[in-house]
């Protein structure tokens, strides 16, 4: 049976409301990870209230060797 490892990934957002990404950052993380053998597995908005994003969570695994 295949195993896994897991790793989390969270990218603050910006603004009085929340929404606004760094994009360019957001994707050198990204590649960064996928350059480790990371595989992009979901991501999620975390809303903090009323419907503001405060947080986007991005979860990853990859094969343990």
Same mark, same amino acid.
């Given at each position: 049976?295949?195993?896994?490892?897991?790793?989390?990934?969270?990218?603050? /957002?910006?603004? *009085?409301?929340?929404?606004?990404?760094?994009? %360019? $950052?957001?994707?050198?993380?990204?590649?960064?990870?996928?350059?480790?053998?990371?595989?992009? /597995?979901?991501? *999620?908005?975390?809303?903090?209230?009323?419907? %503001? $994003?405060?947080?986007?969570?991005?979860?990853?695994?990859?094969?343990?060797?």
């Amino acid at each position: 049976m295949e195993k896994f490892e897991y790793k989390t990934l969270f990218i603050d /957002v910006k603004g *009085v409301f929340g929404g606004k990404v760094d994009q %360019s $950052t957001f994707q050198d993380e990204l590649n960064e990870l996928g350059l480790q053998g990371w595989e992009l /597995v979901n991501t *999620v908005a975390a809303a903090q209230s009323y419907g %503001s $994003t405060r947080c986007i969570i991005s979860v990853f695994k990859r094969k343990l060797q």
